[in-house]
């Protein structure tokens, strides 16, 4: 749905691909999807979230129908062994199990990749500082359908949050990364 043309869709999204993909191939059983899934119908949703469906009816399943959600063919020819964590907020950390697989394998870093930056990025990454993950995120692997937040969201990921996030290339997170 941010690949296809939708309201949603992030121009930059065909961009980083070809880096989330080769971050995924690096160690796909260790790779974690975390996928959107939009209400089935316009309205609902708790709280605020049914306004916001109400807004965004024309994103709701009802609308899109499901093959919109899956993930995009490159990163769906990975799962298995990669896995998918369907949400329905921003943040990964809600009404998921992420958080315990990731204990359960003994994970105390994450690198965070995807759209958007300034949204649904922000909020896995704020819940993993929440978390005490070390948190790396590779600037050529995250992007937002609105540029200036973008350049906003990497100022916040490598000022504001310094000393709880690294960012870097997927070059360099790479070469650097030891299983």
Request: one cysteine or more.
């Amino acid at each position: 749905m941010f690949l296809e043309d939708t309201p949603w869709h992030t121009s930059w999204m065909s961009r980083i691909l070809p880096q989330i993909r080769r971050i995924a191939e690096a160690h796909p059983a260790n790779t974690i999807f975390t996928r959107f899934i939009p209400a089935a119908r316009p309205g609902e949703g708790n709280g605020m979230w049914k306004r916001y469906w109400q807004r965004w009816s024309c994103m709701t399943i009802e609308h899109l129908g499901y093959k919109m959600i899956d993930l995009v063919p490159e990163l769906a020819a990975l799962v298995p062994p990669a896995e998918v964590v369907d949400k329905q907020t921003y943040s990964p950390w809600i009404d998921t199990d992420l958080h315990s697989r990731l204990q359960a394998r003994g994970v105390d870093s994450i690198i965070v990749t995807g759209s958007e930056s300034d949204v649904c990025v922000l909020a896995t990454v704020l819940g993993a500082i929440d978390h005490g993950y070390r948190v790396l995120v590779p600037i050529d692997a995250i992007c937002s359908s609105a540029d200036e937040t973008h350049d906003a969201s990497l100022q916040l990921y490598s000022g504001r949050y310094g000393e709880q996030v690294e960012t870097a290339t997927t070059d360099e997170i790479l070469s650097q990364w030891k299983v």
